[in-house]
């Protein structure tokens, strides 16, 4: 069976994202949908602050599949489509293709945001460094600004 990985981030380019891969994958494929909370190791925050992080943790997981994850699978499932998903926090570039190994798909889709700024001048975009980083093939889908 083939699998493909989806990244979703809740922004409408998620959703063309979504419907690409469900085009791509036909009718005997599945889709795993990847939503990734950004977390980095390297922000520096008190004991305090870290268990307060990890209240909110679950609440942050239950808020996403609620309001992204929970109605993808609902679409796709509604066409026929095998399909499940997760909710990790982490590095977005990292956590996809981590799941793409562990689900042995042949590739991940994710959609090309116009994030700017100084962190992705600095550490780059999630899909410029799963494309240059993954271990399957990266589709990235455009997402029209008009």
Do not use: C
Request: charged fraction near 25%; proline fraction near 4%; glycine fraction near 10%.
């Amino acid at each position: 069976m083939t699998v493909l990985i989806v990244g979703l981030d809740g922004s409408p380019g998620g959703e063309k994202a979504v419907e690409h891969a469900r085009r791509m994958v036909g009718a005997g494929g599945a889709l795993k949908l990847v939503y990734v909370i950004e977390w980095s190791p390297f922000s520096f925050q008190t004991p305090e602050e870290n268990a307060a992080r990890h209240k909110r943790r679950e609440e942050e997981i239950a808020i996403a599949h609620e309001r992204v994850i929970d109605p993808a699978l609902a679409s796709l499932r509604s066409h026929g489509v095998s399909a499940e998903g997760t909710v990790r926090h982490g590095d977005a570039a990292d956590i996809l293709d981590e799941e793409a190994r562990k689900a042995g798909a042949v590739g991940v889709v994710i959609a090309r945001t116009s994030a700017s700024g100084l962190k992705s001048r600095i550490f780059g975009s999630v899909a410029a460094n799963l494309v240059m980083h993954a271990s399957v093939p990266v589709t990235v889908v455009p997402v029209s600004e008009k």
